[in-house]
Nanobody, 126 residues
Framework: QVQLVESGGGLVQAGGSLRLSCAASGRTFSNYAMGWFRQAPGKEREFVAAVTWSGVSPYYADSVKGRFTISRDNAKNTVYLQMNSLKAEDTAVYYC???????????????????WGQGTQVTVSS
């Protein structure tokens, strides 16, 4: 079992920045790929970014590429999402998720993740 707790959400003006953190506990953190998803009211949960256990070659949704950066610190059991140049359309609840190492990993699909945090609200005012 892996427990995930997100923090760092809040209200920010368009063009501003926020840094989300996700602290993991339980099983060995480095055995999991980590992802960030978001869900806006009335919409499905969507992929934002993911990083493999090594932190190499992160993956991003086109909508956030060049603005968001995902990183992880395996020594601290924490994954981060640095969000810059925020837009009103980035407003959503942001979720951290963990995916066990798999032969055929798919980092963009919600159902491929095994554990989820409770979410943190990010609101961008225009």
């Amino acid at each position: 079992q892996v427990q995930l707790v997100e923090s760092g959400g809040g209200l920010v003006q368009a063009g501003g920045s926020l840094r989300l953190s996700c602290a993991a506990s339980g099983r060995t953190f480095s055995n999991y790929a980590m992802g960030w998803f978001r869900q806006a009211p009335g919409k499905e949960r969507e992929f934002v970014a993911a990083v493999t256990w090594s932190g190499v070659s992160p993956y991003y949704a086109d909508s956030v590429k060049g603005r968001f950066t995902i990183s992880r610190d395996n020594a601290k059991n924490t994954v981060y999402l640095q969000m810059n140049s925020l837009k009103a359309e980035d407003t959503a609840v942001y979720y951290c998720a963990a995916q066990r190492l798999k032969t055929r990993a798919n980092y963009v699909v919600v159902e491929q993740y095994d554990y989820w945090g409770q979410g943190t609200q990010v609101t961008v005012s225009s």
